[in-house]
């Protein structure tokens, strides 16, 4: 089955505790990317990759790193999470934008 | 900056009525537009995918229109069931941003038996 996994699905950690979410597609797309989703401000992109090793900023990178060392692979780290990063984070792939699958998201809450 | 903007927020209505949604865009020099739904805590499932060259996609119950001259889209539901009820999100894609999409706001539906 097509599909974007992301994992965990749901995380509580402490402020300042570096964390990664994996996220990982079968469908040899070269777009990827990492959204997050709060009330009253919708979906905004982190970080997209069109394709390995070519990674850029999206509308709110702050506090995010992402890699693309792998092309089914693209992972979220939060070098040191703050409260402020609590939110619902969606990854998605895309074979070159011609549509998008979603992955089933990660709820993070930072304390 | 492209900015997307779904109208109403919310909406109930009665099991079996015809209903519409509405997207409207600000830039129209878009690549595509997407139709999602997204039930509560859950990823959001692609529904539809209209190109800018096209006017209109379908699937079952559902219509997409795109009219990119006038910055707008409009999701048709028809015989609307009440589990139809979700979150249903629209998003564009720009000629000139790579992998960029920017969402609407969404339309919170509500059908009820």
């Known amino acids: 089955e097509a599909q974007v996994t992301q994992n965990p699905r749901y995380l509580i950690t402490v402020t300042g505790k570096k964390l990664t979410v994996t996220c990982s597609q079968n469908m040899n797309h070269e777009y990827m990317s990492w959204y997050r989703q709060d009330p009253g401000l919708g979906l905004r992109q982190i970080y997209y990759?069109?394709?390995?090793?070519?990674?850029d900023k999206g509308d709110v990178p702050e506090g995010y790193k992402v890699s693309r060392k792998e092309k089914r692979n693209f992972p979220l780290i939060l070098e040191s999470p703050s409260p402020n990063q609590t939110s619902l984070y969606f990854c998605a792939s895309s074979f070159k934008g011609y549509g998008y699958t979603f992955g089933s998201g990660t709820r993070l809450t930072v304390v | 900056k492209q900015e997307v903007t779904q109208i109403p927020a919310a909406l109930s209505v009665p099991e079996g009525e015809n209903l519409v949604l509405n997207c409207s865009f600000t830039d129209s020099a878009i690549y595509n537009l997407q139709w999602f739904r997204q039930d509560p805590g859950k990823g959001l499932t692609s529904l539809l995918l209209i190109q800018s060259s096209q006017r209109e996609q379908t699937s079952g119950r559902l219509n997409a229109s795109l009219d990119k001259s006038s910055g707008r889209s409009t999701l048709y539901i028809a015989a609307s069931q009440p589990g139809d009820s979700a979150t249903y999100l629209c998003a564009v894609r720009r000629n000139n941003a790579g992998n960029m999409l920017t969402f609407g706001g969404g339309t919170r539906l509500m059908v009820k038996p």
């Open positions: 990759s069109m394709n390995v090793e070519v990674t």
